[in-house]
């Protein structure tokens, strides 16, 4: 396992982030939420004041030059997912010990009701991706770029601005209702084209999303970099966890489900910098005692499911419905489904 000092990682964060601080984020903390958030690019513009050492080994390595901000969609330049996996952290704990060198999850006292009840939409896509680009995955969860392109448009014409699930975690802590026509955008499983394909489209009409990385699979061809991912938190997008190997916490060992939720957490830390916040359970399992794995991983504050609906809640925190977007999923239709959400069926 690489370990590099927090001194190393901050000479990093202020070459690669001078420019990168230079484009217009969608964080949280807008008009309208109540409230500043302290957001994954907040933290690293903070941290880059700091004093540098030397260089973070190839494996952790920043991209020389993120992606411009630009009104025409083009792919974005930081190199591809590689054949070299990166090192997992296997462990039981998700303590930030884990991993020194990466931000924790700072503690807050929640100032929430218990009625305190929100509805904000919260989309789940998988892949955006062409027919050529998505051969062999499940047809109904590959939106292409073109429709994805013409979805966020009309969300934005229609005066829908979106924030991280992090940053929805935070609201209900303190008991701020989001401002009208907000909503979240999920990826799950952590697909490359998350970021060659959906990402610019996200920029271009200033939505930042989350990201829910299968962490065993960080680095692999077809998978999202370590560049990408850091790429991803630097214009305000979160990563989130979705467990190590993609497997079931709905059963198992208490011991199982730690494994797979609190190493993708660590790996995760490694691979960005920061803990992760948010989780998405693996084909939507959810269990009593999967919800107490996850609740017990320092810092988790909010579990999505595929549960149909937009209902949150901060007792239900660890069971948040979402609303699948498939690949037949028309732009009309998305737009209904943000001004009305559906409460079951697809």
């Known amino acids: 396992m690489v370990h590099v000092t927090r001194g190393q990682r901050l000479r990093q964060f202020r070459m690669y982030l001078a ?52 009104t025409v969609i083009t792919a974005s330049p930081t190199p591809a997912s590689t054949s070299t996996p990166f090192e997992v952290i296997r462990t039981r704990s998700c303590a930030p010990g884990q991993v020194p060198d990466a931000v924790p999850v700072p503690n807050r006292t929640p100032k929430v009701s218990s009625r305190y009840k929100i509805h904000v939409p919260i989309l789940a896509y998988h892949r955006i991706a062409t027919a050529s680009e998505s051969r062999g995955s499940i047809g109904t969860l590959v939106v292409s770029p073109a429709t994805f392109a013409a979805q966020m448009a009309q969300a934005k014409s229609a005066g829908w601005r979106s924030i991280t699930l992090a940053t929805l975690a935070e609201d209900m802590e303190a008991g701020i209702k989001p401002a009208p026509k907000t909503f979240v955008i999920t990826f799950d499983d952590g697909w490359a084209d998350g970021y060659t ?72 830390a490694a691979a960005t910098g920061f803990w992760p916040e948010t989780l998405a359970y693996p084909t939507g399992g959810v269990s009593l005692k999967g919800e107490a794995s996850v609740k017990a991983c320092t810092g988790m504050k909010l579990a999505v499911t595929e549960n149909v609906g937009a209902r949150e809640t901060w007792s239900t925190r660890f069971e948040i419905p979402r609303l699948a977007v498939h690949s037949r999923t028309s732009p009309e239709t998305l737009l209904r489904w943000l001004a009305n959400p559906p409460s079951g069926g697809r």
């Open 19 to 70: 420019p990168v601080l230079a484009i217009p984020l969608v964080a949280a903390g807008v008009a309208g939420s109540g409230t500043a958030h302290t957001t994954p690019a907040g933290m690293l513009s903070a941290a880059v004041s700091q004093s540098p050492d030397a260089a973070v080994p190839s494996a952790l390595r920043l991209p020389t030059a993120p992606p411009a901000p630009t």
């Open 197 to 268: 394909n959906a990402y610019p489209i996200l920029r271009n009409d200033g939505f930042v999303a989350t990201y829910f990385v299968i962490a065993g699979r960080i680095n692999h061809p077809q998978f999202l970099s370590v560049d990408q991912l850091r790429a991803l938190v630097a214009a305000g997008n979160e990563i989130g966890d979705h467990t190590l190997d993609h497997s079931r916490v709905a059963g198992g060992t208490s011991g199982q489900r730690a494994l797979e939720i609190d190493s993708a957490a660590a790996t995760i």
